[in-house]
């Protein structure tokens, strides 16, 4: 498989990831979830590398940058 594939499925799996730490947030915030302030600020975190991640490794399997 080439690598701009391996890329562009890296990327979407990130995009998802990021969705699922979205709704985990939500929840935590909402109170459905246990967790405090800490929890949001590391979750956010992850949030963010998950999106950049997600653009960087899109924007590399477009360009076809090994």
């Known amino acids: 498989m080439p690598v701009q594939n391996s890329n ?5 799996g990130m995009f998802l990831g990021a969705l699922f730490v979205a709704k985990l947030v939500i929840k935590i915030r909402k109170g459905d979830l246990p967790g405090g302030k800490i929890w949001v600020f590391y979750l956010r975190m992850l949030l963010g590398f998950l999106i950049a991640g997600a653009i960087i490794l899109g924007l590399y399997s477009f360009a076809g940058v090994d």
């Open 8 to 12: 562009a499925l890296t990327a979407i």
